[in-house]
């Protein structure tokens, strides 16, 4: 029979990879916590209106990367391809301006999009976010990215770069956009074919094509910052300010203008060129009109999201040949008599939260401290014929290998400590 694969772009994580999702889950709900974030879980599956109203019907995700389908009763659902519009609309579902001035959340979890796998991206890929709703204070904008400088520094991404940009109020970025749609206009015919219909669809998107006479063209293009009015300005100076108090290195990009419709204002991107083409590991930025646009009372927000699979990808290129800690212990049973005693033995270190394992069946001693060897075991407990007759294990400490005898009724105690 041949074998069933995983779906082309949904990878299994597991073995020595975990343990990176693991410290960056833990590092993340930390900081978190530390900046007053509360955590919410959304579901995975979204009515599909939401994200075609949410991201923009316009925009590439929408168009051509969703997971929908019709459900058994008939209802076109879309398995969720980012988490912020999900949020959003929990967030007006129950109220929760109700029960809090400013709204600080975040959420971690599976996310879909029917792209094109290569390294770094991902059909299913994970996500971590945060969403501030309730303000539009720059200050807001500038402590997400503390927080997610904070992250990437503290799982061990050395070096990264943050890039920084005003995309105006929804008032100058229309300008801009009639500026910029009339300057590309004149050299169409120039443009790849691409651009030539992002032109009609969504010019700002023409800044991420590869084909090189159109990078040229783009060059020459209108600046957004040219565009903005004192406030906008004002408000970008405070987020840049902000950043620099917390020795946040940014540089700022005016071609910055991230695929989803809801952004105006800050906008923002980590990224790092260890990763290759899909070098964004985290995006975000302000989105003051998308809680109005699903259904809401007017209400600015701004957050990011942080793609999991780039981050742990970046920890494992910066990680040192780390020497693994040693912890637990792991018994060496000689003899089916001593093992119904280890079983009892064994159970005692597991209910004192000592990690503890051993064979279901007896093997050669060597076989056996093998296994505690690879498993990076503090201790061998060896329990033979001779040993139980004495009501003793011999304790082996496997990074010096002295052996002590301890007596049955003390091994929890020592292993405890
Ligand atoms: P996004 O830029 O579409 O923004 O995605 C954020 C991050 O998710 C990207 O920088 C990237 O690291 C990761 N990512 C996106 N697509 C893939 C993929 N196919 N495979 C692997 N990683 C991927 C958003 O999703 C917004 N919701 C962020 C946000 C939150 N803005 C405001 N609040």
Redesign the pocket.
């Known amino acids: 029979m041949n074998k069933i694969q995983s779906v082309t ?1 949904m990878n299994d994580i597991f073995g020595d990879e975990v343990s990176y999702w693991q410290k960056l889950e833990r590092v993340s709900r930390e900081i978190f916590h530390s900046y007053g974030f509360h955590e919410i879980r959304t579901p995975i599956l979204e009515e599909t209106a939401l994200f075609a109203r949410g ?1 923009g019907e316009e925009t590439q ?1 929408v168009q051509k ?1 969703m997971y929908n389908f019709k459900d058994k009763g008939g209802d076109l659902v879309t398995m969720r ?5 999900g ?1 959003v609309r929990a967030y007006i579902q129950h109220a929760l301006q109700a029960q809090e001035e400013v709204t600080k959340l975040y959420y971690m979890g599976p ?1 879909f ?1 029917y ?1 094109r ?1 290569q390294k ?8 971590i ?3 501030v709703l309730g303000t539009d204070s720059p200050y807001a904008d500038a402590d ?1 990215v503390i927080v997610m400088d904070r992250i990437a520094k503290e799982v061990g991404i050395k070096e990264f770069k943050l890039e920084v940009n005003s995309l105006g109020t929804m008032d100058e970025r229309q300008k801009f956009l009639a500026r910029l749609v009339s300057y590309f206009e004149t050299y169409q015919e120039d443009l790849d074919e691409d651009s030539q219909r992002r032109l009609q669809t969504n010019p700002l998107r023409i800044f991420d094509s590869k084909n090189e006479k159109t990078k040229e063209i783009c060059q020459e293009a209108p600046d957004i910052l040219e565009f903005l009015g004192e406030d906008s300005l004002k408000e970008f100076d405070v987020f840049k300010k902000a950043l620099e108090v917390a020795n946040v290195s940014y540089q700022v990009n005016s071609r910055i203008v ?3 419709d ?2 105006e204002k800050t906008a923002f ?3 790092s060129d260890k990763l290759g083409a ?1 070098s ?8 003051n009109r998308l809680v109005e646009s699903l259904g809401g009372k007017p209400t600015p ?11 742990v990808l970046l920890m494992q290129e910066f990680a040192q040949e780390k020497s693994q800690k040693l912890e637990g212990v792991f018994f060496v049973v000689l003899g089916d008599q001593a093992l119904v005693k280890a079983r009892e033995l064994i159970q005692s270190v597991r209910d004192a939260n000592v990690k503890a394992d051993m064979l279901y069946e007896s093997k050669s001693m060597k076989a056996q401290m093998r296994k505690a060897n690879k498993g990076h075991y503090q201790y061998a407990v060896i329990l033979g014929e001779n040993e139980l007759e004495k009501g003793i294990v011999v304790l082996k400490d496997l990074s010096q290998g002295e052996q002590k005898e301890v007596s049955f009724n003390e091994l929890v105690k020592f292993v405890k400590k």
């Open positions: 772009g991201i995700v990367e391809p980012e988490g912020t519009a949020v996310m999009r792209e796998p770094g991206r991902l059909r299913q890929f994970h996500q976010g945060v969403e997400i991230r695929g989803l809801y952004y991107e980590f990224s899909q964004a590991f985290c995006g975000g930025g302000r989105y927000g701004v957050g990011f999201g942080m793609g999991c699979e780039r981050v």
